[in-house]
């Protein structure tokens, strides 16, 4: 408990210290707005590894089977009734403090968005869910119409420009990341004095990659993670503490 109080004053020294704070978010963070996140204990791929499929582009494509049972994994989705937690919250304060610039989520669910975080600040680099994306010919629309169809019986409902294969405009695996989003992701963390880490395990690359940027240009890394990351022997802080806990204490 001693050596945890000492962290935590020595992140929140570095926060109130800093002048430009990157945030780097996870599903972690969501988890008290009850959305599971995938590799943890209780995570959605842990329980059912099967899922990780309909998060894979070549699965995507090649089977009609995998598309129907991401469309009804998509309407029964917690993201559309969760709301932000205290966690969320603390981003909106140290942005409000002028010192939050930026939040680099790796998360689909526009809850930091919901909690009052500012849209332009929150970069997405996995996209988002609220919204759907034709494979052929790009068309994009609210997640809304798509779900309407699902529920009005077309179990893998096409593009209704070009009829090709829709998805929610998020990136799966073996999809590319969106060039100009990686951009401001890197400026985000090579701008910062201090980087806060959440929620996030930092396996997946190229956002764990972020914690190089930033302490190749000399900020510091406070990271919040429930388990052990590849990054915390790099971190000037490492909390393990519930992020809804640890987080409001760190404004």
């Not at 209780?42 to 598309?67: C, F, I, M």
């Not at 119409?145 to 179990?155: N, P, S």
């Not at 409902?157 to 998805?167: D, E, F, M, T, Y």
């Amino acid at each position: 408990m001693e050596r945890m109080n000492a962290d935590l004053r020595r992140a929140r020294d570095l926060v109130t210290g800093a002048s430009r704070i990157t945030a780097l978010t996870g599903a972690g963070i969501s988890t008290d707005s009850g959305i599971p996140d995938f590799r943890g204990p209780n995570g959605l791929w842990t329980r059912d590894p099967e899922a990780e499929k309909l998060s894979n582009l070549q699965d995507y494509l090649a089977s009609g089977d995998v598309r129907r049972r991401a469309w009804q994994a998509r309407l029964g989705h917690p993201a559309w009734e969760a709301r932000p937690n205290p966690a969320h919250d603390a981003f909106v304060a140290l942005q409000r403090g002028g010192t939050l610039t930026a939040i680099v989520t790796q998360n689909i669910d526009e809850l930091h968005q919901r909690a009052g975080s500012a849209p332009e600040t929150v970069i997405e680099l996995h996209g988002t869910m609220f919204h759907t994306e034709c494979l052929g010919c790009g068309d994009r629309r609210d997640m809304s119409e798509a779900l309407d169809r699902v529920r009005a019986g077309t179990d893998d409902p096409p593009c209704a420009v070009c009829g090709g294969i829709l998805k929610s405009a998020t990136i799966s695996f073996g999809q590319a990341l969106d060039a100009a989003v990686l951009d401001r992701a890197r400026v985000a963390a090579i701008s910062c004095d201090v980087l806060v880490a959440a929620g996030t395990s930092l396996t997946v690359h190229p956002a764990a990659g972020l914690v190089d940027i930033a302490v190749g240009t000399g900020a510091s890394v406070i990271i919040c993670n429930a388990s052990p990351t590849p990054y915390d022997d790099v971190a000037d802080v490492v909390l393990r503490e519930p992020l809804a806990e640890v987080l409001p204490q760190l404004t």
